[in-house]
């Protein structure tokens, strides 16, 4: 990606930033999503779920509308098109029906009216990337939605044994030719190593302090942090810095001796890999479960798009559930759930 012109300047059109609140009624930034981040889709379905279970609660407060996301979303891609091709070809790309988030991949592809692709679908003629049937029934692609990871975006540059992309996109792409949302190396920055560092990047480049704080971090990398991470296995919460979905943790007071050996010497043997955090006590929230009302623990993730022209931050957001007793993962992956979220107008 060096010398590589993203078009408009827009790396990230579509963030989705996980908040939670502590018990001191703090919210702070639990991590950046800024890859392919997932859960809209969810957001949107819960929504239409309790307008159709709760029709009078809607009648009596005034719930700001999340419904729009689809063409607030699709206006943010065509926003970010090469110029001249404002009113151009938009695709979702997806990894194909295996893939665990394939039903929002297809969802999003309905609620902007544009068409689902697979990688088979797409071809680069002349560094220029298109839609086909057969010739010549090809359409030119001028903004592809990705939901696939950069390792397998393009088989010619990086993952060789990759079917999920397209020969040759990252040429287009950094022809200008063909836009992507998000650009390819936003991922760096859900690094859980990089995370550590946002406060004081914002400090350098904005001369401001953050508004919200994250959540104490230690670097594994660090031989000061590492020690202590070490030293206190059974009350930390370790996390492998490139794993999403709740996979390659490592909760301290849940753990087992076992667990804890075992990623003691994952730790020692690959430390870059790995940051601790405390425990949190983060909120919870009622849920109806097995016939009771229980506390769970939940987070939030609210959705931010970014255009060329404007930011729309989405009046509402995925809350999710650790439907577990005591759990403290909210990942849909791990058994979590969600809740519908509501901002209330003035």
């Not at 609660?57 to 999340?66: I, N, S």
């Not at 609620?111 to 298109?130: F, I, K, N």
């Not at 994952?266 to 430390?271: N, T």
Request: glycine share 8%; charged share 25%; net charge neutral.
């Amino acid at each position: 990606m060096r010398d590589v012109h993203v078009q408009r300047d827009v790396y990230v059109s579509v963030a989705g930033t996980d908040l939670v609140r502590l018990e001191d009624g703090r919210f702070v930034v639990l991590e950046d999503n800024l890859r392919v981040p997932s859960g809209v889709s969810y957001m949107l379905t819960n929504r239409e779920i309790t307008k159709r279970v709760f029709p009078e609660l809607f009648e009596r407060y005034k719930v700001a509308p999340v419904a729009h996301y689809g063409q607030t979303l699709l206006s943010t891609l065509r926003s970010i098109a090469p110029p001249a091709r404002d009113n151009g070809t938009i695709v979702v790309l997806t990894p194909g029906v295996g893939n665990s988030a394939y039903f929002e991949h297809a969802f999003l592809a309905r609620q902007m009216g544009v068409a689902l692709v697979e990688g088979r679908d797409l071809l680069v003629q002349r560094q220029t990337s298109s839609t086909c049937g057969l010739p010549p029934d090809c359409k030119r692609v001028d903004v592809i939605y990705r939901r696939v990871d950069d390792d397998f975006i393009d088989p010619l540059a990086f993952r060789s044994d990759s079917f999920l992309g397209v020969a040759g996109l990252l040429n287009a792409y950094r022809a200008g030719n063909v836009s992507m949302a998000n650009a390819i190396g936003t991922g760096v920055a859900d690094d859980k190593a990089v995370y550590a560092y946002v406060p004081a990047i914002i400090k350098y480049y904005l001369a401001e302090d953050p508004i919200l704080q994250n959540v104490d971090t230690f670097l594994c990398s660090r031989a000061i942090d590492r020690q202590h991470v070490l030293d206190n296995l059974d009350t930390l919460v370790v996390k492998a810095v490139g794993e999403s979905g709740g996979y390659g943790m490592l909760i301290g007071p849940h753990s087992t001796a076992r667990e804890r050996e075992t990623f003691r010497a994952r730790i020692q043997s690959d430390p870059r890999n790995y940051i601790a955090q405390p425990t949190l006590a983060f909120s919870r929230s009622p849920c109806f479960v097995d016939d009771a009302v229980e506390p769970r623990h939940v987070d939030l993730r609210p959705y931010i798009l970014c255009g060329r022209d404007q930011v729309s931050i989405i009046p509402g957001g995925l809350t999710r559930v650790a439907l577990k007793r005591g759990s403290l993962v909210v990942n849909s992956s791990q058994g979590g759930g969600s809740k519908d979220t509501w901002v209330l107008e003035d």
